[in-house]
Protein backbone atom coordinates (compact mmCIF):
# COMPACT_ATOMS: atom_id res chain seq x y z
CA UNK A 1 0.00 0.00 0.00
CA UNK A 2 1.41 3.62 -1.03
CA UNK A 3 2.50 5.53 1.87
CA UNK A 4 2.20 9.13 0.18
CA UNK A 5 2.02 10.29 -3.32
CA UNK A 6 4.55 12.78 -4.54
CA UNK A 7 3.62 14.71 -7.47
CA UNK A 8 6.02 16.37 -10.01
CA UNK A 9 5.61 20.60 -10.79
CA UNK A 10 7.22 21.69 -13.26
CA UNK A 11 8.25 25.55 -14.25
CA UNK A 12 7.98 27.01 -17.17
CA UNK A 13 9.33 30.61 -17.71
CA UNK A 14 8.86 30.99 -14.15
CA UNK A 15 5.39 29.73 -14.51
CA UNK A 16 4.19 26.50 -13.13
CA UNK A 17 2.81 24.13 -15.63
CA UNK A 18 -0.57 23.42 -16.26
CA UNK A 19 0.75 19.73 -16.37
CA UNK A 20 1.73 20.11 -13.15
CA UNK A 21 -1.82 20.97 -11.71
CA UNK A 22 -3.63 18.48 -13.44
CA UNK A 23 -1.34 15.88 -11.87
CA UNK A 24 -1.66 17.71 -8.40
CA UNK A 25 -5.89 17.40 -9.16
CA UNK A 26 -5.16 13.65 -9.87
CA UNK A 27 -2.98 13.13 -6.74
CA UNK A 28 -5.06 14.85 -4.51
CA UNK A 29 -8.00 12.35 -5.43
CA UNK A 30 -5.70 9.01 -5.23
CA UNK A 31 -4.34 10.85 -1.84
CA UNK A 32 -8.24 11.41 -0.21
CA UNK A 33 -9.36 7.72 -1.03
CA UNK A 34 -6.17 6.02 0.11
CA UNK A 35 -6.29 8.33 3.17
CA UNK A 36 -2.40 9.16 2.39
CA UNK A 37 -0.49 12.28 2.57
CA UNK A 38 0.23 14.26 -0.80
CA UNK A 39 3.14 16.63 -1.37
CA UNK A 40 4.18 18.52 -4.43
CA UNK A 41 7.50 18.94 -5.92
CA UNK A 42 9.44 22.11 -7.34
CA UNK A 43 12.59 22.25 -8.49
CA UNK A 44 15.15 25.20 -9.37
CA UNK A 45 13.99 29.74 -8.93
CA UNK A 46 11.86 30.96 -5.99
CA UNK A 47 9.45 29.44 -3.97
CA UNK A 48 5.95 30.10 -5.68
CA UNK A 49 3.22 31.70 -4.09
CA UNK A 50 1.29 28.83 -2.04
CA UNK A 51 -2.04 30.48 -2.23
CA UNK A 52 -3.28 28.15 -4.81
CA UNK A 53 -1.71 25.08 -3.76
CA UNK A 54 -3.90 23.75 -1.12
CA UNK A 55 -4.48 20.39 -3.13
CA UNK A 56 -1.36 19.38 -1.78
CA UNK A 57 -0.53 18.73 2.30
CA UNK A 58 2.75 19.80 1.48
CA UNK A 59 4.89 21.98 -0.61
CA UNK A 60 8.87 20.46 -1.37
CA UNK A 61 11.07 22.90 -2.94
CA UNK A 62 13.95 22.94 -4.28
CA UNK A 63 15.09 26.67 -4.63
CA UNK A 64 18.08 27.18 -7.12
CA UNK A 65 18.09 30.05 -9.29
CA UNK A 66 20.58 28.13 -11.64
CA UNK A 67 17.78 25.47 -11.99
CA UNK A 68 15.97 27.39 -14.39
CA UNK A 69 14.88 24.09 -16.13
CA UNK A 70 16.35 21.26 -13.99
CA UNK A 71 17.84 18.48 -16.22
CA UNK A 72 16.05 15.12 -15.86
CA UNK A 73 18.50 13.34 -13.66
CA UNK A 74 18.90 16.11 -10.96
CA UNK A 75 14.90 15.95 -10.71
CA UNK A 76 15.54 12.01 -10.32
CA UNK A 77 18.21 12.23 -7.96
CA UNK A 78 15.57 14.27 -6.11
CA UNK A 79 12.54 12.42 -6.34
CA UNK A 80 14.66 9.18 -4.84
CA UNK A 81 15.45 10.58 -1.88
CA UNK A 82 12.42 12.23 -1.14
CA UNK A 83 10.70 9.17 -1.22
CA UNK A 84 13.04 7.54 0.76
CA UNK A 85 12.60 10.38 3.39
CA UNK A 86 8.76 10.98 3.15
CA UNK A 87 8.13 6.67 2.89
CA UNK A 88 5.85 7.46 -0.02
CA UNK A 89 5.71 4.96 -2.73
CA UNK A 90 3.50 6.55 -5.60
CA UNK A 91 4.64 8.89 -8.50
CA UNK A 92 2.63 11.28 -10.73
CA UNK A 93 4.64 13.15 -13.50
CA UNK A 94 2.60 15.65 -16.22
CA UNK A 95 3.43 14.45 -19.57
CA UNK A 96 5.06 16.65 -21.01
CA UNK A 97 8.52 16.52 -23.34
CA UNK A 98 10.48 17.40 -20.37
CA UNK A 99 8.74 15.19 -17.62
CA UNK A 100 8.21 12.08 -19.90
CA UNK A 101 11.85 11.39 -19.36
CA UNK A 102 11.90 11.61 -15.99
CA UNK A 103 9.11 9.59 -15.43
CA UNK A 104 10.88 6.89 -17.19
CA UNK A 105 14.21 6.96 -15.73
CA UNK A 106 13.01 7.42 -12.00
CA UNK A 107 11.10 3.63 -12.37
CA UNK A 108 14.20 2.57 -14.07
CA UNK A 109 16.53 3.90 -11.12
CA UNK A 110 13.96 2.06 -8.53
CA UNK A 111 13.10 -1.11 -10.65
CA UNK A 112 9.25 0.03 -10.35
CA UNK A 113 6.27 -0.20 -12.79
CA UNK A 114 5.93 2.95 -15.03
CA UNK A 115 2.45 4.04 -16.43
CA UNK A 116 2.34 6.33 -19.56
CA UNK A 117 0.22 8.05 -21.38
CA UNK A 118 -2.61 7.78 -18.26
CA UNK A 119 -6.05 9.47 -19.20
CA UNK A 120 -8.06 8.15 -15.96
CA UNK A 121 -7.76 6.85 -12.57
CA UNK A 122 -10.00 5.76 -9.88
CA UNK A 123 -9.52 3.37 -6.71
CA UNK A 124 -11.00 0.20 -6.43
CA UNK A 125 -10.90 -1.76 -3.02
CA UNK A 126 -7.45 0.29 -2.12
CA UNK A 127 -6.20 -0.68 -5.31
CA UNK A 128 -5.15 2.48 -8.08
CA UNK A 129 -6.90 1.66 -11.51
CA UNK A 130 -4.71 3.08 -14.38
CA UNK A 131 -6.27 4.12 -17.72
CA UNK A 132 -3.92 4.21 -20.07
CA UNK A 133 -4.44 5.11 -23.88
CA UNK A 134 -1.86 2.91 -26.29
CA UNK A 135 -1.15 3.02 -30.33
CA UNK A 136 -2.87 6.81 -30.25
CA UNK A 137 -5.77 5.94 -28.49
CA UNK A 138 -7.16 3.02 -30.71
CA UNK A 139 -6.78 0.62 -27.32
CA UNK A 140 -7.06 1.48 -23.79
CA UNK A 141 -5.65 -0.64 -21.01
CA UNK A 142 -6.60 -0.75 -17.32
CA UNK A 143 -3.69 -1.37 -14.92
CA UNK A 144 -3.11 -1.65 -11.37
CA UNK A 145 0.49 -0.95 -10.15
CA UNK A 146 1.31 -3.68 -7.27
CA UNK A 147 1.10 -2.18 -3.76
CA UNK A 148 0.25 1.20 -5.38
CA UNK A 149 3.55 0.94 -6.23
CA UNK A 150 5.69 2.51 -9.71
CA UNK A 151 5.49 5.79 -11.69
CA UNK A 152 2.41 7.14 -13.54
CA UNK A 153 2.60 9.63 -16.25
CA UNK A 154 -0.50 11.36 -16.80
CA UNK A 155 -1.72 12.16 -20.60
CA UNK A 156 -1.86 16.39 -20.72
CA UNK A 157 -5.22 17.63 -20.58
CA UNK A 158 -6.86 14.09 -19.36
CA UNK A 159 -7.13 15.86 -16.05
CA UNK A 160 -8.85 19.15 -14.95
CA UNK A 161 -6.47 21.54 -13.94
CA UNK A 162 -9.10 23.14 -11.91
CA UNK A 163 -8.56 20.38 -9.43
CA UNK A 164 -5.16 21.14 -8.53
CA UNK A 165 -5.93 24.73 -7.75
CA UNK A 166 -7.29 24.82 -4.20
CA UNK A 167 -7.14 27.96 -2.18
CA UNK A 168 -5.02 27.25 0.96
CA UNK A 169 -1.56 28.16 1.69
CA UNK A 170 0.32 24.19 2.58
CA UNK A 171 3.56 24.18 4.60
CA UNK A 172 6.69 24.75 2.28
CA UNK A 173 9.62 22.65 3.15
CA UNK A 174 13.07 23.35 1.52
CA UNK A 175 14.71 20.20 0.24
CA UNK A 176 18.62 19.69 -1.26
CA UNK A 177 19.39 18.64 -3.96
CA UNK A 178 21.65 15.51 -5.35
CA UNK A 179 25.15 16.17 -5.02
CA UNK A 180 27.35 17.15 -7.82
CA UNK A 181 27.00 18.72 -11.17
CA UNK A 182 24.90 17.75 -13.59
CA UNK A 183 25.98 16.49 -16.95
CA UNK A 184 23.44 18.57 -18.72
CA UNK A 185 22.63 21.92 -17.90
CA UNK A 186 19.73 23.96 -20.05
CA UNK A 187 20.81 26.70 -22.01
CA UNK A 188 17.92 28.80 -23.53
CA UNK A 189 14.84 28.43 -24.57
CA UNK A 190 13.61 28.44 -28.92
CA UNK A 191 10.62 30.40 -29.20
CA UNK A 192 7.85 29.85 -31.52
CA UNK A 193 7.55 32.31 -34.20
CA UNK A 194 6.78 35.90 -32.49
CA UNK A 195 2.87 36.92 -32.60
CA UNK A 196 1.13 33.78 -32.41
CA UNK A 197 -1.43 32.70 -29.90
CA UNK A 198 -1.43 29.64 -28.31
CA UNK A 199 -4.75 27.35 -28.86
CA UNK A 200 -4.52 25.66 -25.36
CA UNK A 201 -5.52 28.83 -23.65
CA UNK A 202 -8.48 30.04 -26.06
CA UNK A 203 -12.13 29.47 -24.97
CA UNK A 204 -13.18 29.31 -28.81
CA UNK A 205 -11.65 27.70 -31.49
CA UNK A 206 -12.28 27.47 -34.98
CA UNK A 207 -10.41 24.21 -36.52
CA UNK A 208 -10.18 23.58 -40.28
CA UNK A 209 -9.21 20.24 -42.24
CA UNK A 210 -9.06 19.37 -45.41
CA UNK A 211 -12.16 21.18 -46.26
CA UNK A 212 -10.85 24.21 -46.46
CA UNK A 213 -9.23 22.83 -49.71
CA UNK A 214 -6.80 26.08 -50.04
CA UNK A 215 -4.35 27.98 -48.09
CA UNK A 216 -6.59 31.24 -49.48
CA UNK A 217 -9.80 29.96 -47.56
CA UNK A 218 -8.19 30.10 -44.48
CA UNK A 219 -9.29 34.17 -44.16
CA UNK A 220 -12.82 32.80 -43.92
CA UNK A 221 -11.77 30.69 -41.11
CA UNK A 222 -9.94 33.93 -39.54
CA UNK A 223 -13.32 36.05 -40.01
CA UNK A 224 -15.09 33.58 -38.42
CA UNK A 225 -12.88 33.52 -35.19
CA UNK A 226 -12.28 37.43 -35.33
CA UNK A 227 -16.20 37.60 -34.38
CA UNK A 228 -16.13 35.08 -31.75
CA UNK A 229 -13.21 36.73 -30.12
CA UNK A 230 -11.49 33.38 -30.82
CA UNK A 231 -8.15 31.67 -32.84
CA UNK A 232 -7.95 29.19 -35.75
CA UNK A 233 -5.99 25.78 -35.21
CA UNK A 234 -5.99 22.88 -37.72
CA UNK A 235 -6.08 19.60 -38.09
CA UNK A 236 -2.44 17.92 -39.54
CA UNK A 237 -3.36 17.74 -43.01
CA UNK A 238 -3.71 21.97 -43.06
CA UNK A 239 0.17 22.08 -41.24
CA UNK A 240 1.68 19.57 -43.43
CA UNK A 241 0.40 21.68 -46.18
CA UNK A 242 1.83 24.89 -44.35
CA UNK A 243 -1.13 26.36 -44.17
CA UNK A 244 -0.93 26.92 -40.87
CA UNK A 245 2.39 26.90 -38.20
CA UNK A 246 2.92 23.84 -36.00
CA UNK A 247 2.08 26.02 -33.22
CA UNK A 248 -1.57 25.76 -34.52
CA UNK A 249 -1.90 22.14 -35.06
CA UNK A 250 -4.66 20.07 -33.02
CA UNK A 251 -4.40 16.09 -32.32
CA UNK A 252 -1.97 13.74 -30.79
CA UNK A 253 1.30 14.95 -32.41
CA UNK A 254 0.18 18.72 -31.99
CA UNK A 255 -1.74 19.98 -28.87
CA UNK A 256 -4.36 19.08 -26.31
CA UNK A 257 -7.02 22.06 -26.33
CA UNK A 258 -10.30 22.16 -23.77
CA UNK A 259 -11.90 25.09 -25.55
CA UNK A 260 -15.33 25.93 -23.74
CA UNK A 261 -16.76 26.01 -28.04
CA UNK A 262 -14.71 23.72 -30.90
CA UNK A 263 -16.27 24.32 -34.13
CA UNK A 264 -14.37 21.57 -36.64
CA UNK A 265 -14.72 22.67 -40.40
CA UNK A 266 -14.13 20.27 -42.82
CA UNK A 267 -12.09 17.80 -40.52
CA UNK A 268 -12.99 14.50 -41.32
CA UNK A 269 -11.88 13.29 -37.44
CA UNK A 270 -9.12 10.77 -37.23
CA UNK A 271 -8.64 8.88 -34.09
CA UNK A 272 -5.06 11.00 -33.46
CA UNK A 273 -7.35 14.59 -34.05
CA UNK A 274 -9.50 13.70 -31.70
CA UNK A 275 -7.22 13.01 -28.84
CA UNK A 276 -6.46 16.31 -28.94
CA UNK A 277 -9.87 18.11 -28.87
CA UNK A 278 -12.46 15.74 -27.37
CA UNK A 279 -12.18 17.26 -24.00
CA UNK A 280 -13.90 20.60 -25.48
CA UNK A 281 -17.08 21.77 -23.93
CA UNK A 282 -19.15 21.75 -27.04
CA UNK A 283 -18.19 20.43 -30.37
CA UNK A 284 -19.84 21.15 -33.43
CA UNK A 285 -18.86 19.37 -36.56
CA UNK A 286 -19.38 20.41 -40.05
CA UNK A 287 -18.48 17.79 -43.10
CA UNK A 288 -20.10 16.65 -46.24
CA UNK A 289 -19.67 13.24 -45.33
CA UNK A 290 -22.48 12.36 -42.94
CA UNK A 291 -20.38 9.11 -41.91
CA UNK A 292 -17.07 11.24 -41.34
CA UNK A 293 -16.16 10.08 -37.17
CA UNK A 294 -15.89 13.11 -36.29
CA UNK A 295 -20.11 13.36 -35.98
CA UNK A 296 -19.40 10.53 -33.22
CA UNK A 297 -17.66 12.95 -31.14
CA UNK A 298 -19.78 16.02 -31.82
CA UNK A 299 -22.24 17.53 -29.58
CA UNK A 300 -23.76 19.33 -32.61
CA UNK A 301 -23.23 19.00 -36.52
CA UNK A 302 -24.42 20.21 -40.14
CA UNK A 303 -23.90 17.95 -43.03
CA UNK A 304 -22.48 20.44 -45.23
CA UNK A 305 -19.81 22.81 -46.71
CA UNK A 306 -17.47 24.20 -44.69
CA UNK A 307 -16.54 27.16 -47.07
CA UNK A 308 -20.23 27.92 -48.22
CA UNK A 309 -21.31 28.05 -44.08
CA UNK A 310 -18.59 29.75 -42.81
CA UNK A 311 -19.73 33.52 -44.26
CA UNK A 312 -23.19 32.70 -43.42
CA UNK A 313 -21.69 31.93 -39.99
CA UNK A 314 -19.48 35.04 -39.89
CA UNK A 315 -22.85 37.40 -40.66
CA UNK A 316 -25.26 36.15 -38.79
CA UNK A 317 -23.12 36.08 -35.15
CA UNK A 318 -22.12 39.88 -36.47
CA UNK A 319 -26.26 40.76 -36.42
CA UNK A 320 -26.03 38.77 -33.15
CA UNK A 321 -23.92 41.06 -31.54
CA UNK A 322 -25.18 43.69 -33.37
CA UNK A 323 -22.55 44.83 -35.64
CA UNK A 324 -25.16 45.62 -38.87
Known amino acids: ?11 LKGVVAEAGFEALGAGRSVADALKIPLWAVLAGGPVPDPREW ?3 DG ?8 LEMPPPETVVGLLQDLLKRKQASLVLVGGTNWAYGIGSQLAFRLKWPCVNFCKGCRVEGGAVVWTSQLLGGKILAEVRLPDNRGVAVLYPGAFPAEAGRRQGAPPVEKVAGPVGSPRVTFKRYLEPPGGDVDITRQDILV ?3 RGIQSKDNI ?6 ARVLGGAVCASRPVVDQGWLPLTRQVGKSGMTVRPKLYLALGISGAPEHQEGMKGASCII ?3 TD ?8 AHYGAVADCLELLPLLKDEVEKRKGGR
Open 1 to 11: MAGGVLVLMER
Open 54 to 56: GAA
Open 59 to 66: LLVLEDPS
Open 207 to 209: SVG
Open 219 to 224: ALAEEL
Open 285 to 287: AVN
Open 290 to 297: PGAPIFGT
